[in-house]
């Protein structure tokens, strides 16, 4: 019986097999890690991307607020509007707008929403991302199809710009932004190491309020 033990344990039959299957489950591993992570680079570039469209977009759409265009005091014409403190926001504005939360801003607009999130196509309040014809300008949603409207944040505020009774209204400073809970895509890592949990950090491009009408 020790003698049986002794050869099987010097026996290397099937060695290179167990080998090889070791070595090509670390491989695949590595491969399809590089394969994710190549992806979850794009969604944060795409991300980054609709951002800058959306605020773009916002600074020459009507307001998803349309108190923002009669924001502000008029008791002193010409004087700025002061620059909004949450200490003190007295005489200043801040309008924050969620997409699809009618209660989330004053007079929220979801027509003017949808031209941020679905460019010049028609207005809708579903997560659909729709084709875009000649000569219409794009959205955040076809930058990076996966946004939901519900991630993207609008926010209209007073920063000093503008003056009181500007006939065109107020001079918001605009920011829009991806809202946190937006998770990274996996493909191969979500199951095999949990990666599905990783959310995509918060986004945001600000750009001062242009006509805020439907100019180019």
Same mark, same amino acid.
């Given at each position: 019986?020790?003698? $049986?033990?002794? $050869?099987?344990? $010097?026996?290397? @039959?099937?060695?290179?097999?167990?080998?090889?299957?070791?070595?090509?489950? +670390? #491989? /695949?591993?590595?491969?399809?890690?590089? !394969?994710?992570?190549?992806y979850a680079f794009y969604q944060w570039n795409a991300a980054a991307k609709a951002v800058q469209v959306g605020a773009r977009m916002a600074s020459v759409s009507p307001p998803v607020s349309p108190a923002v265009t009669t924001a502000g005091p008029t008791s002193s014409p010409g004087d700025p509007i002061p620059v909004? *403190? @949450? @200490? *003190?926001?007295?005489g200043s504005y801040r309008?924050?707008?969620?997409?699809?939360?009618?209660?989330?801003?004053t007079n929220y607009d979801d027509t003017a929403f949808s031209r941020i999130f679905r460019g010049d196509t028609a207005p809708s309040n579903d997560d659909v991302c729709p084709a875009l014809t000649a000569g219409q300008r794009p959205?955040?949603?076809?930058?990076?199809? $996966?946004?939901?409207r519900q991630d993207v944040q609008v926010t209209y505020v007073s920063t000093? /710009? %503008?003056?009181?009774?500007?006939?065109?209204?107020? !001079?918001?400073?605009?920011? !829009?932004e991806i809202r946190p809970g937006l998770a990274f895509q996996f493909f191969f890592l979500s %199951? /095999? +190491?949990? #990666? *599905? *949990?990783i959310n995509i950090p918060p986004m945001r491009s600000t750009v001062?309020?242009?006509d805020l009408g439907n100019g180019a």
């Open positions: 019986m020790t003698w $049986r033990l002794g $050869r099987f344990g $010097r026996d290397e @039959s099937g060695a290179a097999m167990v080998e090889a299957t070791i070595a090509m489950t +670390l #491989f /695949l591993t590595l491969t399809l890690g590089f !394969v994710d992570f190549g909004w *403190n @949450s @200490s *003190n926001p007295s309008f924050i707008c969620i997409g699809g939360d009618a209660t989330s801003c959205g955040m949603c076809h930058f990076f199809p $996966r946004l939901r000093g /710009l %503008g003056y009181q009774t500007r006939p065109d209204g107020a !001079v918001p400073t605009i920011i !829009v %199951g /095999l +190491l949990g #990666f *599905n *949990n001062t309020g242009e």
